[in-house]
């Protein structure tokens, strides 16, 4: 496992890429709800918590942390 050392406290990678998907899950739900794409989803925490996986696996996949299966 990866680990990220911070003031001598170690972090998983996985850790920080999931804080880093937090803004960018936060803008994308922004952005649909400005365009009105909530009217069209069924059950929107659900919607969100699914966004938010797949930014999450989107950054890990583009950093390296996961391989990307074949």
């Known amino acids: 496992m990866i680990e990220v050392s911070f003031s001598g406290v170690q972090l998983p990678w996985l850790l920080l890429l999931a804080a880093g998907a937090l ?40 950093t390296g942390a996961i391989a990307i299966p074949s």
């Open 23 to 62: 803004p960018c899950a936060w803008a994308t739900r922004r952005l649909l709800a400005i365009v009105g794409a909530y009217r069209w989803i069924w059950h929107p925490a659900l919607f969100d918590l699914a966004l938010y996986v797949l930014v999450l696996c989107a950054l890990a996949c583009l």
